[in-house]
């Protein structure tokens, strides 16, 4: 019997297995690095421990030193969540080796699915369907998906659609699989820009049973990497899913299954499915299947851990669920993740955390971050998950967008306003999902017209009477009060109260004025401003959405000049590879060097044609936000 779990990651996960470990009377260890000492998971499980450093190599991706934390404060199981060493075949055998049970599949099958190459070909023989992979790719093979044979979350992932292309893209993903698995194989597939990704989730015990627990859809992405997932998949033929279900059986069958896992399929728009890989671990986005089957995947893993059998049956589902993942992102600088400090995190009508929901319909939160997190750079940028359930697909949608749109989430920017675009978009509602969905539908938002937000922020703080604000006895000018916005645009309020109302803005009639809430009317509607300042920070929240506005000074300090073609970092993050020296000629868009930071790798490239003059920086070399990166002397 299980009686004390150390829980070998951070964030929501490690927080979703607490969870359930409290639910079950079972005591809880954490890890921590230096940088989440005062995470919630760190908080709120019984037992901590420091792992000396900040990044996930010095700390979640030492095998050594979690399994001598776990003996340290006598812990006598060890659950990875997902990701760092959840798919590590070498962790899972440390761990039993050291006399502890692991949450998890045995070693073995997790190695057999180590490698995507050598999954393919195991997986083939077990009479699964399978993409055929190109030993020498040709032009007839393109367009091609360039992937890593370890790991996953769109790590080591290229497309690739001119033959040319193909040598850089196979030297690229090396290097990024690398660096995020440790493995730098790679191999090619066809890229199907229109094929859905559907996954059924799987679960075994150690009796023989192999549980299909219904399936998802995860096709909405973003650089390979899931946003929104659902559950059941929807609009799937009832032969099509016997056949999904079938394949994955026979998947976890082949490698001796037992435990949480998820076999992935590439559907094709015309009915068929192909095996893309198999995850040996708990999904993000396994919270639908609970919502929909009313499981706790997580207690199944401690039960079949320690022994126990599976019923012959999974529950049938009911209703659907959808889940969109919130992350700390900007929007107006391509999606580059964010840090900061996540001042405000409410989401309306939230009925559970991270626990399995009850009733027909209900929003379920599962989140590492809280008010007064900090977004650091080190890790994933995802804020958290928030899940709907209801009877029907369209109601789930209704349910989920409705939730994000009114959340207050207060700090780094968002892509709260892309996840309530697509849950409302026709395509989305129609099912006519493919994983080039987000690129072929323009979702980004709308410039929308500040002058209002601007008003009420201007106005927040001085009441509704004219004995504020700068009210005198003689006619004066209007006051002056300055913003920036989110994408940089700049915006200048002049009003005046006086006894006869608010001057400056014709049409526009104060209805009363606070420092958290300020209420106008305008073209016959009424508008209100939930307010909330951090320094010179306002956010502004209505329940259609949101918006950002900076204060400015009124005379704006002067600042030196920019050098010309100068590249600072955008981010914090470390130099991972250059691929130009001082005194190249380099044309607008070559990628210069490349930053890791939050899990991603982002490219930073040549503004112009022209020389790159200096390179200040080398691999390895950890930069802050602002850095000077490199200078392009642009031609003339």
């Known amino acids: 019997m299980i009686t004390s779990v150390l829980v070998a990651n951070r964030g929501e996960i490690a927080r979703r297995v607490l969870r359930t470990c409290r639910d079950l009377g079972i005591a809880t260890v954490a890890v921590h690095s230096d940088p989440d000492a005062d995470a919630l998971h760190v908080r709120e499980a019984d037992t901590a421990v420091r792992l000396p450093g900040a990044t996930a190599a010095e700390t979640y991706l030492r095998a050594d030193l979690l399994v001598a934390a776990a003996l340290t404060v006598g812990a006598d199981a060890v659950h990875p969540g997902y990701g760092f060493l959840s798919e590590s075949a070498e962790f899972a055998r440390a761990v039993e080796a050291a006399g502890l049970t692991w949450i998890g599949p045995p070693a073995g099958a997790i190695a057999a699915m180590g490698s995507k190459t050598a999954a393919k070909r195991l997986m083939a023989a077990a009479g699964v369907p399978v993409l055929a992979v190109p030993a020498e790719p040709t032009a007839a093979d393109l367009p091609l998906l360039v992937k890593a044979a370890a790991g996953g979350g769109g790590r080591g992932m290229r497309i690739v659609r001119e033959l040319a292309e193909l040598p850089g893209a196979l030297a690229a993903a090396r290097a990024e699989a690398a660096r995020a698995f440790g493995d730098d194989e790679v191999f090619c597939e066809p890229y199907l820009p229109t094929g859905r990704h559907v996954e059924v989730q799987l679960l075994a015990d150690a009796h023989g049973t192999v549980w299909a627990v219904g399936d998802r859809d995860c096709s909405l992405q973003r ?72 499981l706790d995947l997580v207690a199944l893993q401690l039960r079949i ?47 559970v955390e991270f626990g399995v929901g009850h009733g027909d319909t209900g929003l379920r939160l599962d989140s590492g971050a809280a008010d007064g997190s900090e977004i650091g750079p080190h890790y994933d940028p995802m804020l958290a998950k928030l899940i709907a359930w209801a009877p029907t ?156 506005l900076t204060a400015l000074p009124l ?41 890791e930071a939050m899990k991603m790798e982002h490219r930073v490239c040549a503004p112009a044609d022209g020389v790159l003059t200096e390179l200040r920086v080398a691999p390895g070399q950890q930069v802050e936000p602002g850095t000077l990166l490199a200078v392009v002397q642009p031609q003339d």
């Open 223 to 294: 650089r390979h990497q899931k946003v929104i997932e659902e559950a059941p998949a929807p609009f799937l033929e009832d032969a099509l899913r016997a056949e999904l279900h079938r394949a994955a059986t026979a998947a976890a069958r082949a490698i001796g299954y037992r435990g949480a896992g998820t076999a992935e399929f590439l559907v094709t728009p015309d009915g068929r499915c192909w095996f893309l890989e198999m995850n040996t671990r708990l999904q993000v986005e396994h919270p639908v299947t609970e919502c929909v089957t009313g």
């Open 393 to 548: 697909r369209s109601a789930a949608a209704r349910l989920l967008a409705t939730a994000l749109g009114g959340a207050r989430i207060h700090g780094p920017g968002s892509n709260r306003a892309l996840l309530v675009a697509a849950l409302r978009h026709p395509a989305f509602l129609a099912g006519e999902l493919h994983t080039g969905f987000l690129a072929e539908h323009d979702l980004a938002a709308k410039g929308e017209d500040l002058t209002l937000p601007a008003l009420a922020a201007a106005l927040a703080g001085t009441g509704d009477s004219p004995f504020r604000s700068g009210w005198r006895n003689l006619p004066s000018q209007l006051q002056v009060t300055r913003y920036r916005a989110a994408d940089g645009t700049e915006h200048e309020v002049r009003h005046r109260l006086t006894r006869d109302g608010l001057q400056g803005h014709p049409g526009v009639e104060l209805v009363r004025a606070a420092p958290e809430s300020v209420t106008l009317r305008a073209d016959g509607r009424t508008h209100t401003y939930r307010i909330a300042r951090y320094g010179d920070e306002l956010h502004l929240d209505t329940p259609a959405g949101a918006t950002t």
């Open 555 to 595: 005379l704006p300090e002067p600042t030196a000049e920019p050098t010309p073609g100068a590249l600072l970092a955008p981010m914090p993050g470390t130099v991972t590879r250059t691929a130009a020296t001082p005194g190249d000629r380099v044309t607008a868009g070559q990628p210069l060097l490349w930053l």
């Open 305 to 351: 851990a320690e022994g126990e059998a599976l019923p012959a049956e999974p529950p049938a589902s009911r209703g659907h669920a959808i889940e969109a993942r919130l992350y700390a992102e900007d929007p107006e600088q391509d999606w580059q993740p964010r840090t900061g400090t996540l001042h405000l995190l409410e989401v309306p009508g939230v009925s």
